[in-house]
């Protein structure tokens, strides 16, 4: 089944204690990318990445770090988790090529409590 | 910078009813445009993909219309269901040659459709 996962589902961690979210696709496609989703705010992009090895900041990148050394996986690292980063994060992956893409697939997403 | 908005936030319509949503962005120069629907504490499913191109994309009791030079478009939902009931969110995605790989959000419309 084409699908993006995400682990964990839910984590409950304290300030400073650096964690990763895994994202993990089977479809192939080039193009990853990591949002999150706070009432209110709706749904903002943190990072993203074209391809192995190109990643680039979205609107809200402060304090994440993203690494693409497999095309299938895209991990998000909070090196030292604050409260503000409480959040619903959802990551995403579509088809890419130089002159198009194509719809977006979506993870099940992470729910972070940071106390 | 781009601006998508979604009016109205909260829609509840009795069974059968037909309805339209609406999103709005500020930027015309877009790739596409991708409709989801989002269920309570889930993730975000794919409903209809529209490239910049094309004026409309049905899917079943879905139609999603575009009219790039107005900023607008709306997803008309057919013989409405107490299934349909979820948030419904547009994103945009801009063209390759700028900001290629950003993609931005409305915040949603809420829709319950009463048995």
């Known amino acids: 089944e084409a699908q993006v996962t995400q682990n964990p589902r839910y984590l409950i961690t304290v300030t400073g204690k650096k964690l990763t979210v895994t994202c993990s696709q089977n479809?192939?496609?080039?193009?990853m990318s990591w949002y999150r989703q706070d009432p209110g705010l709706g749904l903002r992009q943190i990072y993203y990445?074209?391809?192995?090895?190109?990643?680039d900041k979205g609107d809200v990148p402060e304090g994440y770090k993203v690494s693409r050394k497999e095309k299938r996986n895209f991990p998000l690292i909070l090196e030292s988790p604050s409260p503000n980063q409480t959040s619903l994060y959802f990551c995403?992956?579509?088809?890419?090529?130089?002159?198009?893409?194509?719809?977006?697939?979506f993870g099940p997403g992470t729910r972070l409590t940071v106390t | 910078k781009q601006e998508v908005t979604q009016i109205p936030a909260a829609l509840s319509v009795p069974e059968g009813e037909n309805l339209v949503l609406n999103c709005s962005f500020t930027?015309?120069?877009?790739?596409?445009l991708q409709w989801f629907r989002q269920d309570p504490g889930k993730g975000l499913t794919s409903l209809l993909l529209?490239?910049?191109?094309?004026r409309e994309q049905t899917s079943g009791r879905l139609n999603a219309s575009l009219d790039k030079s107005s900023g607008r478009s709306t997803l008309y939902i057919a013989a409405s269901q107490p299934g349909d009931s979820a948030t419904y969110l547009c994103?945009?995605?801009?063209?390759?040659?700028?900001?290629?790989?950003?993609?931005?959000f409305g915040d949603g419309t809420t829709l319950t459709v009463k048995p």
């Open positions: 994103a945009v995605r801009p063209l390759l040659e700028t900001n290629a790989g950003k993609s931005t």
């Open positions: 479809m192939n496609h080039e193009y």
């Open positions: 995403a992956s579509s088809l890419y090529a130089r002159t198009a893409y194509y719809e977006q697939y």
């Open positions: 529209i490239q910049s191109s094309q």
């Open positions: 930027d015309s120069a877009i790739y596409n």
């Open positions: 990445s074209m391809n192995v090895e190109v990643t």
